[in-house]
């Protein structure tokens, strides 16, 4: 095998205007997989304890995994790992769309920045030709304009452009890195790292196949994998109606975020769910990332009204509630121009969302602030999409939101913080995690703060025959498929960060195997092997995603987290839930102590202070990492 059959990994020094190559090699591959494996290794290499996220110090990791690009079903997805400006944590963020699959095609695997350029630039890559290009004409433009310059630029009318837009330039500590106009790197702040090292933009154009070790073994996995999609149940709703096709069921179960989480209850639901977009005419055309059957994604336009010529990728299940019934608004089609904005403007939805309905709980509570002319109150789409322009480009109260609802409660105060629905400084997405309590753990342990997409524990629901199987497997009883209970949660969240892990460090989108379940461990296990030309068995590739969890966790150690950072947000932890007294409705530490203790035994964690032990660290070929930490005073006795 060749070395570059893995693509290589290119190094830009943004600082020295200085690109270096060096391979990923299949020793890198069977200690990482890849992606957010291999990324999380840099990052403890490269960005040393209390770095500040927007300093040039930070890094900026793009990393694809070795089945992105290939023609394996949903195997579009990169993950992006730098320090994050929310939490000053580690964030990993995934994205799809194609971007991912074209870097594979120009025969890389990561690209890495560090520093920062002394003027807006772009990097350009044409297989193997990569240059540090000049970008001041680029800055400013939003990300549906930039993309357009550079395909207009280049006469490559398919160029593939990641890039941010003006909440990225202006340093907004929810500010996402676009991969197109609609694929989001969104959650924890990337777009503003990306920003502060001055770098608009990476367009790419790769003209290569992405080679595999084992071709014909891979093709028959490969087969096998797509027929399992065909015979799965669930993927077709999700391919008619999208993420929002589940909006209205949520909503019945009373678990629908609403008005800042005082409700999981959404009178309006039914205007703005995904049956709804579809049956209103809003829905222009169903899409899909590289090589996905399901195709999820979809763009909604406005045709006539105040908000006609609007149009964007999405609404997704999580804007429609974070700029929706969170906002108490029901109007579809500001939906859809708030989503737009979102989109070209560079913003991640939830924390937009959640910045404005804690402003609109702020005014509900009548405490005094300088609303900026503005009428913030439930359901006013002029006050959301005026917010949204204001928090992009850092104006008047918009300042004080972009940088999130943790630090906007600071400066509020008058007891705010009660209401700000954060943890480690994220923003919690649209999960009400008091009446879903693998969710609730899961998000409590979460490193980059509480949402859903480093360990989606969907099966609790048992919505499905495969989430009931899944629950069956690791349980050893389907009475667990069930989100009303707080037994044998740790397991259930155990065992999907493992399998989430291997899933994103291989390039999949997590949809394959934390949400319809056909993609199982041991078939990853096989694709990878295929695919590396290392023998990979299930248990080692569980064994893998543990290893890539221990880091991720050693990371936030290194930078001084403890146990008692993995909290949710205040109201979520202290109030119950209204109008649901037919079963468990709180998230206290009374309910889940028990539940982290449990879930730090079964890693080998310490339980008093949830840092990673020696013993844990070597049996993973961390002793490195393990020395470092003792060296600190952060390793457990
Ligand atoms: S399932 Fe949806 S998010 Fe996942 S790869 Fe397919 S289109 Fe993208």
Redesign the pocket.
């Known amino acids: 095998m060749s070395m570059s059959m893995l693509g290589d990994i290119l190094l830009v020094d943004l600082t020295n205007r200085k690109i270096t190559k060096r391979p990923y090699t299949q020793e890198l591959a069977n200690q990482y997989i890849g992606c957010r494996g291999y990324n999380v290794a840099l990052l403890w290499e490269m960005v040393p304890q209390g770095t500040d996220p927007l300093s040039p110090e930070n890094v900026l990791i793009f990393g694809t995994g070795p089945l992105t690009g290939t023609s394996a ?5 990169i993950s992006i790992t730098t320090k994050s400006p929310a939490t000053n944590l580690y964030l990993k963020t995934n994205v ?2 194609a971007w991912g699959g074209e870097i594979r095609f120009a025969g890389y695997s990561y690209i890495v920045f560090t520093g920062k350029a002394d003027q807006p630039v772009y990097l350009w890559i044409e297989d193997d030709k990569v240059e540090i290009r000049n970008a001041q004409h680029l800055w400013g433009k939003d990300v549906r304009a930039t993309e357009h310059i550079l395909q207009q630029e280049t006469g490559y009318g398919d160029l593939k452009v990641a890039c941010i837009g003006p909440a990225g330039e202006n340093l907004v500590r929810f500010a996402a890195i676009m991969c197109s106009n609609y ?1 989001a790197a969104a959650r924890g702040g990337a777009g503003a790292v990306m920003g502060s090292k001055n770098l608009k933009a990476i367009a790419v154009r790769g003209t290569q196949p992405v080679e595999v070790a084992e071709p014909a073994r891979f093709k028959e996995l490969i087969d096998a994998a797509w027929e399992l999609y065909h015979v799965q149940s669930g993927a077709l709703n ?1 391919h008619i109606y999208g ?1 929002s096709g589940s909006l209205s069921a949520v909503n019945e179960m009373h678990i629908l975020p609403t008005y800042n989480f005082q409700s999981g209850y959404f009178a309006d639901a039914n205007k703005i769910s995904g049956e709804a977009l579809v049956e209103q005419g809003y829905l222009k055309r169903r ?11 979809r763009y909604s336009e406005v045709k006539k009204g105040k908000y006609a010529g609007s149009y964007t990728g999405g609404p997704e299940y999580e804007t429609f509630s974070a700029l929706g019934s969170g906002c108490g608004l029901s109007d579809i089609e500001a939906i859809i121009r708030a989503n737009e904005l979102c989109n070209i403007y560079g913003l991640d939805t939830i924390s937009t969302g959640s910045v404005i309905q804690w402003a609109m709980e702020c005014n509900q509570r009548e405490l005094e602030f300088d609303r900026d002319g503005l009428n913030i109150a439930w359901g006013n789409a002029d006050a959301v999409i005026k917010l949204i322009e204001k928090i992009t480009y850092r104006q008047g109260f918009g300042n004080i939101l972009a940088d999130g609802v943790k630090r906007a409660s600071e400066v509020m105060g008058q007891n705010s913080e009660d209401w700000a629905m954060q943890a480690k400084g994220l923003e919690q997405s649209r999960v009400e995690t008091r009446s879903a309590y693998s969710y609730a753990l899961a998000f409590m342990v979460n490193p980059r703060g509480p949402d859903h997409l480093m360990t989606e524990t969907l099966a609790e629901f048992g919505m499905s025959p495969e989430m009931i199987d899944v629950i069956e497997k690791v349980t050893g009883d389907k009475k667990y498929a069930t989100p009303y209970t707080t037994e044998k949660r740790p397991e259930i969240v155990r065992w999907h960060e493992d399998v989430y892990a291997i899933t994103d460090a291989l390039g ?5 195997s934390t ?2 379940y056909y993609m199982t461990p041991k078939l990853m296990a096989d694709l990878f092997s295929a695919a590396v030309g290392i023998p990979c068995r299930e248990e080692k590739a569980m064994m893998l995603g543990k290893k890539i969890v221990a880091m991720e966790r050693s990371f936030n150690t290194r930078e001084g987290a403890t146990r008692l950072d993995d909290r949710l947000p205040k109201r979520l932890m202290t109030e119950p839930l209204k109008d649901v007294n037919d079963r468990p409705n709180i998230n206290s530490l009374e309910v889940m102590g028990p539940l982290l203790d449990r879930y730090y035994e079964m890693h080998g964690w310490d339980v008093a202070s949830g840092r990673p032990t020696r013993k844990t660290l070597e049996e993973y070929g961390l002793k490195a990492w393990a020395d470092e930490l003792e060296k600190l005073g952060f390793l457990p006795c």
Not at 73 to 77: E, F, K
Not at 287 to 297: E, F
Not at 508 to 512: N, Y
């Open positions: 079903p949903s195997s579009g997805r799809g769309g694929n999700t993420t899409v899909g990332c590289y090589s996905c059957p399901m195709s999820c994604h999949l989108c997590a949809f394959t949400a319809q």
